[in-house]
């Protein structure tokens, strides 16, 4: 299994650019995350899904948008990127909610000049 | 509200030291609670998770952690660091499908 697998690793966007983050798993989990996580920070929680067709806003939504057509795929699209979207961007999986950990996958390094 | 603090943002120890890593918690009704470890430039990694039953819960590479119901404390802890532990730690409390983290506390282990 190659678990939760992100890609770009890194990417450079000028203000106002678009891009999609993508984010596969191949572990058959019904639940997936957008997370966010700035220098000497934790992580903030962007957006979820608990299965293909649904998902939910968390913490910080504004600036994103996800789509969850399929089990094992949740994009993550950024519109009209600024710079407060520099960040790096972590894609996490499990199983079911509750007592079941969140696998994580590399990260993307995302810059926004 | 529900919520996770760790009110250290380093700790430092020795090789060989035991370490303790702080993790206090909000919530009401029962906590799940666990350890995350990052290394630099890498995902999150799940150390251990209390869901019920013992207070003691073993990890992975050694650690465990302690549950306190009448602290609401959930320290995590290993008896002997390696410096091969320094990375940041993450405490993280369930919450209705998602996880809530902690702002993390980066460990040091000097030789």
């Known amino acids: 299994n190659a678990g939760v697998t992100q890609t770009p690793k890194f990417r450079i966007l000028k203000i106002g650019q678009s891009m999609t983050l993508q984010c596969a798993q191949d572990?058959?989990?019904?639940?997936m995350y957008w997370y966010r996580q700035d220098p000497g920070m934790g992580l903030k929680l962007i957006y979820y899904?608990?299965?293909?067709?649904?998902?939910d806003k968390g913490e910080v939504p504004n600036g994103y948008n996800v789509s969850r057509s399929t089990t094992e795929d949740f994009p993550l699209r950024l519109e009209l990127a600024a710079p407060s979207q520099t960040s790096v961007y972590f894609c996490?999986?499990?199983?079911?909610?509750?007592?079941?950990?969140?696998?994580f996958g590399p990260g993307t390094r995302l810059t926004v000049l | 509200a529900q919520s996770v603090a760790q009110p250290e943002d380093q700790v430092n120890v020795a090789e060989g030291n035991p370490l303790t890593v702080k993790c206090t918690y909000s919530?009401?009704?029962?906590?799940?609670l666990f350890w995350y470890v990052q290394y630099p430039n890498r995902g999150l990694q799940f150390l251990l998770k209390?869901?019920?039953?013992?207070?003691l819960v073993k990890g992975s590479y050694g650690f465990e952690a302690e549950f306190n119901k009448s602290q609401t404390s959930f320290h995590l802890k290993k008896p002997s660091a390696l410096v091969s532990d320094s990375a940041l730690y993450f405490c993280?409390?369930?919450?209705?499908?998602?996880?809530?983290f902690g702002t993390g506390t980066r460990l040091q282990v000097f030789p």
């Open positions: 572990m058959n989990h019904n639940y």
């Open positions: 996490a999986s499990s199983f079911l909610a509750g007592g079941n950990e969140q696998f």
């Open positions: 209390y869901i019920t039953g013992d207070n």
């Open positions: 993280a409390l369930y919450n209705t499908d998602k996880l809530i």
């Open positions: 899904s608990v299965g293909a067709g649904i998902t």
């Open positions: 919530v009401s009704g029962n906590p799940y």
